[in-house]
């Protein structure tokens, strides 16, 4: 479901491209787009059409070029992917399954693992997916995460990059990160609470973003960085 959803439209917009440069595909691996309806393929095409044309990834041997758009959509879409399901898992833990923010890990490790780009969109992305797919989260509470995690996947791919390529600046990115998050998270909603006239002021921004988020906060920085040593040990991070 995954791949018919994410991965296709994201190869034909690319594949469309280079076939225009002279690059041939064979047809056949298209072929599940014909169960897509049109609103899914304009929709899903649409998310992804950023990453595929970014400047980055336009530069060079078209071969490689098309190896590395693929491999992070692939790894986009399975960060997506877990970002939209795993809610569901940690739902199940009533006491503090929201405080434990699952939808920013894999936001957070698609920027560390593959850039702030993708990052930046799988982040965007994801809580309006989620809400189209499983209408959860409610636009009032998405609206925010979307910014929230945008930033998260941002910032973190960003800083990654700038700070030299040692594990405690992976850290030292990683809290940043957060911090920044919350404040566009704060930001977005004080401008939404100015907007309907509603108040939010210092102590809802702390109760929001820190205090009934601490159970998250300490996941995070406990487990995004093993998790990104480990796979850049394993030679499968593509943002260096």
Known sequence: MFYTLLFLPAEIHIKQNLMSKGVAFSKEKTALLFFMTNFEKRLLCFFMKPICDFPLFTKGNYMKKNTLIIKKIVYCAMFIAIAMLLPLI???????????CPMHLPVILCGFVCGPVCGAVTGFVSPFLRMFIFH??????????????????????????????KIPFVYVSLIISMILGRFVWGGVKFIMAGINSTEFGFAAFWAGAVANAVPGIILQIVLVPIIFIALKHAKLTLND
Do not use: R
Not at 92 to 100: H, P, R, T, V, Y
Not at 143 to 165: D, S
């Open 90 to 100: 940690t739902g199940q833990i009533k006491e503090i399954g929201n405080a434990l």
């Open 136 to 165: 959860m989260p409610l636009p009032p509470i998405a609206i925010p995460m979307a910014f929230e995690l945008l930033a998260y996947g941002l910032f973190a791919g960003l800083f990654y990059k700038i700070f030299p390529k």
